[in-house]
């Protein structure tokens, strides 16, 4: 029995590698920490750090990955881009700590439009400059902010 997702395979298909297994596949996208992640158990959410996407509710990581690889085949973001592991067992300062970082990730993609939304009703000039603002207040790194300008630059153009 494969010890991540529990089916039977012969001693060949064993590893997780042989078997393509579903709790090991997107490791590779699991943001480093201090504590090894729970791919049996574990329950993880998409973070972007290009556009702001933040996954509503942690899931497994086959399903958690999935989104993730949607994310990145249908808005385009291939950097900084990662899963996440979120613990059920933290203690109440540190679940309200991840509560606000959700909700101000949550303000910062809805105030920050993606490069891809062409609806947006605010200038190129105007949408750069709000961006500086977050990148001045620590809201955004500087690669991101490089590359979400680059993308309005396009629209100019």
Request: proline letters at 4%; a neutral charge; one cysteine or more.
């Amino acid at each position: 029995m494969c010890r991540y997702c529990g089916f039977k395979f012969c001693d060949e298909h064993l590893s997780s590698e042989s078997h393509q297994c579903i709790k090991t596949r997107y490791s590779e996208y699991i943001k480093k920490t201090d504590n090894p992640p729970n791919v049996i158990n574990g329950k993880f959410r998409v973070v972007c750090n290009v556009c702001g996407f933040v996954s509503k509710k942690p899931t497994p990581i086959e399903y958690a990955g999935e989104e993730l690889i949607q994310h990145t085949q249908m808005i385009g973001c291939s950097q900084n881009i990662y899963l996440e592991e979120i613990n059920p067992e933290l203690n109440d300062a540190e679940k309200i700590r991840i509560k606000s970082n959700t909700e101000s990730e949550s303000i910062k993609a809805k105030s920050v439009s993606s490069p891809t939304d062409m609806s947006s009703n605010d200038s190129v000039v105007e949408q750069i400059l709000r961006l500086s603002t977050f990148k001045e207040k620590g809201m955004i790194s500087d690669e991101e902010f490089n590359f979400i300008k680059k993308e309005l630059i396009k629209r100019l153009k």
